[in-house]
């Protein structure tokens, strides 16, 4: 096993065990194109795990393939490259790629964007406070195509967002529509997460446990997978094992809070292996109040 910089390393208690390779039994795939049940099945999948994965979603195959292809070339750059629309304390979106999650170093670099440009957001948490930040996505010079192909992919998901809030909010005993007015003025952001190969993977995570801050996170991984989460029955990790086609859904903490508790938000964390890269994507519908979750 190789070695990596001390900042990437895992406190023992948190490192990923040698044979945490188990699958997840349990974890619900619904399908959205059948109606029977859909709302219930939707809750129990709430309920029990806080996360399920959807398949006959709506999102176009072709339209997310092009945003797969276009991140692997943007990833594919050199650094210095990458670091010209790197993320800054003015400017929130873009490239980074020394994230950390619980004051370790994730082994990942991300790309984020989001659905409305600019999108302003309040300038602290302080409701007294009037002043707005505007956030402005930046775009590489190559490839050219990621600024198209990550537009087109947000409006589909936005969609999909929006049909799954319905689900929830109807699984709640509520209006579809309950949840509308809480994301009028908010935005999706957009995360492209990159993993590449470990030299030490019993020591390192791509993204460390941690819970989601937004209302709902819609995931889609490719088939080299590395989704863990913590199983609500007995706190073990287990793997999210990739759907063809699918998004992983799980809510986070606002939807905690909405459902009074009957939906929790769960820990999750991402590993990484010694062989292959790993491509994410993942959609937060978010609070405008709140801080940017890590995933």
């Known amino acids: 096993m190789g070695t990596v910089d001390q900042a990437f390393i895992q406190a023992q208690e948190h490192r990923p065990a040698k044979s945490s390779s188990t699958y997840a039994e349990g974890i619900p795939l619904i399908d959205l194109s059948s109606p029977d049940g859909l709302v219930s099945e939707i809750g129990n999948a709430c309920k029990n795990w806080g996360f399920f994965q959807v398949v006959n979603h709506g999102v176009p195959l072709e ?24 993320r800054s304390e003015k400017q929130a979106l873009g490239y980074y790629d020394t994230e950390h999650t619980k004051n370790v170093r994730d082994w990942k670099e991300v790309f984020d964007f989001v659905a409305n440009d600019p999108h302003l957001i309040p300038a602290s948490p302080d409701p007294h406070d009037k002043e707005l930040l505007e956030w402005h996505n930046v775009w590489p010079q190559y490839p050219p195509e990621l600024k198209e192909a990550s537009e087109e992919y947000v409006k589909e998901l936005e969609k999909l967002a929006f049909k799954l809030m319905e689900l929830i909010a109807l699984s709640l005993g509520l209006p579809a529509n309950r949840f509308h007015s809480f994301f009028r003025d908010q935005t999706t952001r957009v995360r492209i997460n990159h993993y590449p190969p470990c030299p030490a993977p019993d020591l390192t995570l791509g993204v ?30 287990v793997t999210v094992k990739p759907t063809p086609d699918a998004y992983i859904v799980n809510v986070g903490d606002i939807i905690q809070v909405w459902s009074n508790e009957a939906y929790e938000s769960v820990e999750h964390r991402v590993k990484v292996n010694t062989e292959k890269e790993r491509i994410s994507e993942l959609a937060d519908k978010l609070e405008g109040e709140l801080s940017i979750n890590n995933n």
């Open 63 to 86: 339209k997310r393939q092009k945003l797969e292809d276009s991140s692997r070339k943007f990833f594919g750059l050199s650094s210095e490259e990458k670091r010209k629309i790197r």
């Open 208 to 237: 460390g446990r941690h819970k989601d801050g937004g209302a709902l996170t819609i995931l889609f991984q490719d088939d080299v997978g590395g989704l863990q989460v913590k199983r609500k029955s007995d706190g073990e990790w």
